[in-house]
């Protein structure tokens, strides 16, 4: 499976910022995907996940209320639509495939990753 991540930019400081991830897998029904970010010098962290049909997500504390995970089947697309973000809010946002099973909180669920787009909040 192969993940293609676009839409990042920069942004000030509340404003709003959708990102993409599509796939060319022909089962993308069939599993999660979420969403993970990396800043300079930190490790990559859990933002979202979605389950197979969208009617179960997930999210870090740190964007619940603010980010909002979806997908959409017909297109092996997932969004990750961010609102009132924040300087913290920068960094390489990664999209990634979770295995057949596995925590949707865990980096070491998923087994296949985007090559990320990078989010830039200005304050």
């Known amino acids: 499976v192969q993940l293609q991540a676009s839409g990042g930019g920069l942004v000030q400081a509340g404003g709003s910022l959708r990102i993409s991830c599509t796939t060319d897998?022909?089962?993308?029904?069939?599993?999660?995907m979420g969403w993970f970010r990396q800043a300079p010098g930190k490790e990559r962290e859990f933002v979202a996940a979605?389950?197979?049909?969208?009617?179960?997500?997930y999210y870090a504390d740190s964007v619940k209320g603010r980010f909002t995970i979806s997908r959409d089947n017909a297109k092996n697309t997932v969004y990750l639509q961010m609102n009132s973000l924040k300087p913290e809010d920068t960094a390489v946002y990664y999209c990634?495939?979770?295995?057949?099973?596995?925590?949707?909180?865990?980096?070491?669920?998923?087994?296949?990753w985007g090559q990320g787009t990078q989010v830039t909040v200005s304050s």
């Open positions: 979605v389950a197979w049909l969208g009617g179960s997500t």
């Open positions: 990634a495939k979770r295995k057949y099973t596995g925590d949707p909180y865990q980096r070491a669920s998923y087994d296949a």
């Open positions: 897998g022909r089962t993308f029904s069939t599993y999660y």
